[in-house]
T-cell receptor, first 115, second 119 residues
Framework: DTEVTQTPKHLVMGMTNKKSLKCEQH?????MYWYKQKAKKPPELMFV???????INESVPSRFSPECPNSSLLNLHLHALQPEDSALYLC??????????????FGPGTRLTVT | AQKVTQAQTEISVVEKEDVTLDCVYE???????LFWYKQPPSGELVFLIR??????QNEISGRYSWNFQKSTSSFNFTITASQVVDSAVYFC????????????????FGKGITLSVRP
């Protein structure tokens, strides 16, 4: 089963709202990732968790707050977002985070609109 | 620093035509990994292939084939007898080896090629 699930599929939120994106994988992968993708652009890495510890934060603004409650779950908490944060947010997982040879498996994404 | 160039931005073909998507990469490492991903309109990136820098064998999987040439730093992808379902954005990506404990290597994506297959 090579499936990564993400909820919700679509999210519209105001700039003062607090919301969370959720990601789940049951492949026994030990690395999980958040990416942001704007239209007609490649995905941009935001965060990497390796063995449930945050190992990469790509200078993401603090209005994005990741959380990894356990090895299967990854959350992205959103607060006081700006309209330019509207994008497709993709979650991915891979077998390992420290060894770069493993492919990443992506979820279907959450399409976020900030109004 | 690593870099992936997909010079083609959009390609349009008629169904059953063969099409090749080009990918050129730059890296200083001798050990690295190359990937191709497909992103259909639904948005999910689908993993297609991984190739390590020591394995220059070409690969064929059904209608898909990949040609890896270290001499030209290229990892091209050919779809034979294209179908409408092949319409998607295709990303080539590069990851440098990182075996140092605690280090992580990032995936560098090219800008993507939008392939449209017309019936």
């Amino acid at each position: 089963d090579t499936e990564v699930t993400q909820t919700p599929k679509h999210l519209v939120m105001g700039m003062t709202n607090k919301k969370s994106l959720k990601c789940e994988q049951h492949m026994g992968h030990r690395a999980m990732y958040w990416y942001k993708q704007k239209a007609k652009k490649p995905p941009e890495l935001m965060f990497v968790y390796s063995y449930e510890k945050l190992s990469i934060n790509e200078s993401v603004p603090s209005r994005f707050s990741p959380e990894c409650p356990n090895s299967s779950l990854l959350n992205l908490h959103l607060h006081a977002l700006q309209p330019e944060d509207s994008a497709l947010y993709l979650c991915a997982s891979s077998q390992e985070g420290q060894v770069s040879s493993y492919e990443q498996y992506f979820g279907p994404g959450t399409r976020l609109t900030v109004t | 620093a690593q870099k992936v160039t997909q010079a083609q931005t959009e390609i349009s073909v008629v169904e059953k035509e063969d099409v090749t998507l080009d990918c050129v990469y730059e890296t200083r490492d001798t050990t690295y990994y190359l990937f191709w991903y497909k992103q259909p309109p639904s948005g999910e990136l689908v993993f297609l292939i991984r190739r390590n820098s020591f394995d220059e064998q070409n690969e064929i999987s059904g209608r898909y084939s990949w040609n890896f040439q270290k001499s030209t730093s290229s990892f091209n992808f050919t779809i034979t007898a294209s179908q409408v379902v092949d319409s998607a954005v295709y990303f080539c990506a590069l990851s440098e080896a990182s075996f140092i404990t605690g280090a992580n290597s990032k995936l560098t994506f090219g800008k993507g090629i939008t392939l449209s297959v017309r019936p």
